[in-house]
């Protein structure tokens, strides 16, 4: 096994190590394992270079969903802001905080990969409305 010295800025050890204390692995374990994940999913990548402001990242469920780089923020959630609630790219960005060319560029992603983002679109909604149903019973 090859070692690399590893200087990260103090914030970032102490979350580290305290996610490798929750998932019950040393911090050494914790960043190969960051590491390997990272270097797979580069490997695997399913972004699409035409959109450079969106990766993506595998959801709660391991399924990869596109969302916009650098964020939390799904690209389906942009997409219903714009097309549910009628919310302009220029409110979308000012509400997420983001630049609005990243959001344009969502939008454009949308239309690129329009089936895919309305499959997990309704994929939200029968969860929420199986969740509702759970909840009533």
């Not at 096994?1 to 914790?30: D, H, I």
């Not at 690209?75 to 802001?81: E, K, L, P, R």
């Not at 919310?87 to 939008?107: F, G, H």
Request: charged share 20%; with cysteine; proline share 6%.
């Amino acid at each position: 096994m090859g070692r690399y010295p590893l200087n990260l800025p103090a914030q970032l050890k102490r979350e580290a190590e305290e996610w490798a204390t929750s998932q019950g692995v040393s911090l050494n374990q914790f960043i190969m394992w960051a590491v390997a994940e990272k270097v797979g999913a580069l490997a695997h990548s399913l972004d699409d270079p035409a959109f450079p402001h969106i990766a993506y990242r595998r959801g709660a469920a391991g399924q990869p969903v596109p969302r916009l780089r650098g964020t939390g923020i799904r690209v389906q959630t942009v997409v219903i802001a714009a097309h549910q609630w009628g919310m302009a790219p220029v409110q979308i960005a000012s509400e997420y905080s983001l630049p609005e060319a990243q959001v344009k560029e969502a939008l454009a992603f949308y239309e690129a990969h329009r089936a895919e983002v309305d499959a997990a679109i309704a994929a939200a909604i029968a969860a929420e409305q199986g969740m509702e149903e759970m909840a009533c019973a």
